[in-house]
């Protein structure tokens, strides 16, 4: 069935935005009659029928509601700094979303190259994938900020900071995190977090991690830490 993002909806009826009712009746082709899924991006999915199949205001009844859809007992926090490559960048992003990030933050760190995003761009991914992987809840996309300024945040849960080098001693995430616990991961920039960064951020509380013997790309070692924690939660 398919999925259309419906952010303030309210009330037993709802007018998709244009881009959205674009999609739904000339794209799709949708009729009056047809049923669809709603999602708010707060935790709730619905169930709806279309009432008024106009491409720029397609209106559509709610006949039910799911409370709380696909809620998870732990909320997972990933800062990981912007890449060259902007396209393994919304790779990054989008396979992420699919999987369960609750937030992410563009880490400007030492060695990045580039020090903000496309947040328009980004975004539209993010509501993509929060579509095609059945999602409920819109995943948070924070400003970009400083690494020194980040580490500084009090957070509870496990905070952890995954780099390449052996000093200080690198733990296995399953062997730090336990199951049901927030998590902060912090992923480095091509050229991994400096000397003087690791040391900072153990110095603020987090807990150096590895993710395996592959030394690994940013975007792929976001990945592999997104799906590490969320493996544990299964």
């Given at each position: 069935m398919q999925i259309f993002y419906a952010p303030d909806i309210s009330g037993n009826e709802y007018t998709l935005d244009e881009r959205e009712s674009k999609h739904c009746i000339r794209v799709l082709r949708m009729t009056t009659g047809t049923t669809v899924r709603l999602i708010d991006g707060k935790g709730?999915?619905?169930?709806?029928?279309?009432?008024?199949?106009?491409?720029?205001?397609?209106?559509?009844?709610?006949?039910?509601?799911?409370?709380?859809?696909?809620?998870r007992n732990y909320r997972l926090h990933i800062a990981i700094s912007p890449l060259k490559n902007h396209e393994r960048f919304e790779w990054f992003i989008e396979k992420s979303v699919e999987i369960g990030v609750d937030e992410i933050t563009p880490l400007i760190c030492s060695n990045s190259v580039k020090s903000g995003i496309k947040t328009e761009r980004i975004s539209n991914i993010i509501v993509s994938a929060m579509k095609q992987s059945l999602k409920s809840t819109l995943t948070k996309l924070n400003d970009s900020c400083l690494f020194q300024d980040f580490i500084r945040i009090r957070r509870g849960g496990s905070p952890m900071i995954a780099h390449c080098n052996d000093k200080p001693g690198r733990s296995k995430i399953g062997d730090i995190y336990t199951k049901g616990n927030d998590a902060v991961m912090l992923i480095g920039p091509e050229g991994d977090f400096s000397v003087e960064e690791i040391s900072a951020a153990v110095g603020a509380g987090f807990i150096p991690v590895h993710l395996g013997q592959s030394r690994l790309r940013s975007e792929t070692a976001g990945l592999a830490a997104c799906y590490s924690i969320y493996y544990i939660n299964q």
């Open positions: 709730n999915l619905y169930e709806a029928v279309i009432t008024t199949p106009d491409s720029k205001k397609c209106t559509l009844a709610i006949t039910g509601i799911i409370s709380d859809f696909e809620t």
